[in-house]
């Protein structure tokens, strides 16, 4: 037996999916994982994978870039003859569905083909006159592929019904699950820090609430000097990307302190007290989970896939999207409060552990992949 997982990237494939593909090597199948370049090919080999390069034009849109993507896609499910396939986030899922039942086709064979919409992304959450193009023409794309995957699975409610309600996809072949799950046992609890730092772990994006972070750091920061402000993740240079010209200022000013890309995430969450996320929307996201299961109280927005990880109040706050006065208030509200940071935190590492583990999550996967 044989399964296929079609990764967009290395890191996110042994990072987000490397305790799933530990599961189902021990149900006895054959992992092989696809990916663009050989960045970090020895953790993903590591998990007990066989890794396979296929370039992928990620946030492109040339269009014979993606025919080409698609044809390598096919001659690799000829050539390995997968039971099931599995791809994540878009190029994936629309390319991969469409290869696999190409394949199968071929092959005479079944092969069961699984998408996972681990968010709906730019082209869905920004208004500019390109992200409406492109979510013109991915709707097209998603409408032809999800009819012929065997399931859909959406990590939260409101891009299930947003899917349903455009008619992209059927609604007997969707489920539902918790994120991607995070491993309890690598992020466990953590003592908080002495000073009270706030953290925030994203491609440095509009989208991710990025200007909402920094502008909420500048507000407090000007009350609250001694307080830090944490900010890890990639620039990445894209569309909807902050310019490092535009972020130079908020680290030559100290109003925060800029890490680029790690491993060692864990390293960071212990040093926060809490951990902030103004996404505008997401899937599920992974950050929440890793820092609520190390006891973090969490700031996130009350949008899709963010409020779910949260129990306002309780675990953490929600606020609204593109409102920074209102993050720098319940910001404020744990520094006037520290006694918060300590409650709050104990209880999102309980929900956390409730609704997110891993382990639970990946039972509920291996049912929807057929394994």
């Known amino acids: 037996m044989k399964f296929i997982l079609v990764s967009p990237k290395n890191r996110t494939a042994y990072n987000f999916r490397g305790d799933l593909i530990k599961k189902i090597i021990s149900k006895g199948y054959e992992v092989v994982v696809t990916g663009p370049n ?3 090919v020895d953790k993903i080999e590591e998990l007990g994978a066989r ?4 370039p992928i034009n990620k946030n492109g849109v040339n269009p014979f870039a993606d025919l080409k993507y698609q044809k390598a896609l096919y001659n690799l499910f000829v050539k390995e003859q997968p039971d099931v396939v ?3 986030t878009s190029k994936p899922v629309i390319y991969g569905t469409i290869a696999a039942k190409k394949a199968s086709k071929k092959l005479k064979k079944p092969i069961r083909a699984v998408s996972m919409i681990t968010g709906m992304g730019y082209a869905f959450t920004a208004e500019t006159l390109k992200a409406r193009l492109i979510r013109m023409i991915m709707s097209i794309l998603y ?7 065997d399931m859909v699975v959406f990590q939260n409610e409101d891009d299930k019904i947003m899917l349903e309600k455009l008619k992209l996809v059927n609604k007997s072949k969707t489920a539902v699950v918790n994120g991607s799950g995070v491993n309890t046992e690598r992020f466990s609890v953590q003592p908080l820090p002495e000073t009270t730092t706030f953290f925030m772990l994203a491609r440095i994006m509009y ?5 909402e972070y920094l502008q909420a750091a500048k507000i407090v920061k000007e009350k609250h000097k001694e307080v830090r402000f944490m900010l890890l993740g990639a620039l990445e240079g894209i569309q909807d990307s902050i310019s490092k010209e535009d972020l130079k200022p908020y680290i030559d000013g100290e109003i925060i302190e800029y890490f680029g890309e790690t491993n060692k995430v ?9 951990y902030v996320l103004p996404s505008y929307r997401e899937g599920t996201p992974r950050t929440v989970l890793e820092a609520g299961s190390m006891g973090r109280p969490i700031i996130t927005t009350d949008a899709p896939g963010c409020r779910s990880t949260v129990i306002d109040g309780e675990t953490g706050y929600l606020v609204p999207i593109k409102n920074a006065e209102v993050l720098a208030e319940k ?5 006037e409060n520290p006694e918060l940071i300590k409650s709050m935190g104990k209880a999102s590492a309980e929900y956390i552990r409730k609704k997110y583990d891993v382990v639970k999550v990946n ?3 291996l049912e929807y992949l057929g394994i």
């Open 38 to 40: 050989r960045i970090d």
């Open 51 to 54: 890794f396979v390069e296929i």
């Open 86 to 88: 599995l791809g994540y």
């Open 143 to 149: 409408k032809y592929s999800l009819k012929k995957a």
């Open 207 to 211: 989208s991710k609430g990025i200007r």
């Open 266 to 274: 864990e390293d960071y969450y212990k040093q926060c007290s809490v």
């Open 331 to 335: 910001m404020e509200r744990f520094i």
């Open 363 to 365: 039972e509920t996967m």
